[in-house]
């Protein structure tokens, strides 16, 4: 079945059922995770990979803060995810406030840890509002992260992709120009910010096929746990959001679990289109919560696997 016709029918079967109703959870998630900052914030991570493990992930990512703030953190919880979750971990790397050798130095450890798959980035400015500047006698960019990280050793690599142009692209053709060359250096696949609006990722998907990239592009899924945060975070990434979803989230600062449910009905439709559109891979940024993640998989026909059946 061609994919035109296969995103006809999946357009038919929307409109004639309920929009969740018998998908056959042929997806594959992956879920993202920061290091924690406090003991609870560890137990509420550790009960989140909990949750979550039962479906079956393909990795779940552990994130890097800038200049390495959270490096021992990082490192702390990737590992016990691979290890004691038996989930595939990856950690995060980027090339802010460390040299070549230190961030080689890192990623040898990981090699020397079991850890087969790295999320490089470049990174942004450790104080989160200045321009990027490279450390001096580091890596300049993530293609030259992902090169070195080669030289390290064989690792898996996921990068980052904007389909609403990165903040400090000249525009979107850079961007791909950009995304192509990452997949030249040896990433694996590029996983994107968060969006709210499907027809972006599909035209950067389109453009990017467009210019010989063929690696996996998974799209960055966020379910809104705090409305305000995901404006702050908007503003930073050049993420759109709708003028409708300020309307939906209005009133609901002092009701979280009507808030949460708002939260993944929003994000599982988000899933649905972009499901309907020939999308079989997902990329959860939990912020450290589970529930939400779970509830949208579950809609689109996901149960656990295995003994966790």
């Not at 992930?57 to 590992?79: I, K, N």
């Not at 009701?255 to 289109?273: D, F, G, K, N, Y």
């Amino acid at each position: 079945m061609s994919p035109t016709v296969q995103q006809m029918r999946e357009g038919q079967l929307a409109l004639e059922a309920p929009l969740f109703s018998g998908l056959p959870g042929d997806i594959e998630v992956s879920f993202e995770f920061f290091p924690p900052k406090t003991e609870k914030m560890g137990e509420t991570l550790w009960q989140s990979v909990e949750t979550l493990k039962p479906l079956g992930p393909r990795f779940a990512s552990v994130t890097y803060g800038a200049g390495g703030t959270t490096r021992e953190r990082t490192h702390q919880q990737v590992v016990r995810i691979q290890n004691e979750a038996g989930i595939p971990a990856a950690a995060h790397l980027t090339c802010v406030g460390a040299s070549r050798e230190e961030v080689d130095e890192v990623a040898s450890h990981y090699w020397a840890e079991g850890i087969r798959h790295i999320v490089a980035l470049r990174g942004d400015a450790p104080d989160g509002s200045g321009k990027y500047t490279p450390h001096p006698g580091g890596y300049g960019n993530a293609v030259e992260l992902i090169a070195g990280l080669k030289q390290v050793a064989d690792f898996e690599i996921s990068v980052a992709a904007y389909p609403e142009v990165h903040p400090d692209s000249p525009d979107a053709q850079a961007d791909i120009d950009n995304l192509k060359a990452k997949f030249d250096a040896g990433a694996t696949r590029a996983i994107t910010q968060f969006f709210f609006n499907t027809r972006c990722f599909f035209d950067f998907r389109d453009r990017a096929a467009a210019a010989g990239i063929k690696g996996e592009i998974v799209p960055g899924i966020m379910p809104v746990i705090s409305f305000a945060a995901v404006q702050r975070m908007s503003g930073l990434c050049g993420t759109a959001i709708p003028g409708w979803m300020e309307g939906l989230f209005e009133g609901l600062d002092e009701r979280p679990e009507a808030r949460q449910l708002v939260s993944a009905t929003i994000a599982a439709e988000l899933c649905r289109r972009l499901y309907a559109g020939g999308v079989r891979q997902f990329h959860f940024y939990t912020l450290n919560r589970a529930e939400l993640s779970y509830a949208i998989c579950h809609m689109l026909g996901m149960r656990p696997k295995g003994d966790a059946a």
